[in-house]
């Protein structure tokens, strides 16, 4: 199972822009599609962005769409999710997540991080 690590959530104001990172040591990251989700407090887990293991092609949630970017740095075997115009509805844990195919769907995964607090406040 492919062990991955979420990074770089903090508290940031309304507005503000932050970098999630997703890591894997041992695992070669480019093999897999992976996936960025969310779970805000009370409410079920959601597929926010994902990344195509073939093609690198991307897909977000209409929720973020022009504001996430998801992106892959091979060398460093790395996924990243660039957050933009955050609003405090953006309020989350985030999580990683690989998988063998590009999805939203949280089904389609198999190998999950412990996740990151993204807090939007003033």
């Known amino acids: 199972q492919v062990q991955l690590v979420e990074s770089g959530g903090t508290l940031v104001p309304p507005g503000g822009s932050l970098r999630l990172s997703c890591a894997s040591s041992g695992f070669t990251l480019g093999w897999y599609s992976i996936g960025w989700f969310r779970q805000a407090p009370g409410k079920e887990r959601e597929g926010v962005a994902s990344i195509s293991s073939s093609d690198g092609a991307p897909d977000y949630a209409d929720s973020v769409k022009g504001r996430f970017t998801i992106s892959r740095d091979t060398p460093k075997n790395t996924v990243y999710l660039q957050m933009n115009s955050l609003v405090p509805e953006d309020t989350a844990v985030y999580y990683c997540?690989?998988?063998?195919?590009?999805?939203?769907?949280?089904?389609?995964?198999?190998?999950w991080g412990q996740g990151t607090q993204v807090t939007v406040s003033a």
């Open positions: 997540a690989a998988g063998a195919v590009r999805s939203l769907d949280q089904a389609m995964y198999n190998s």
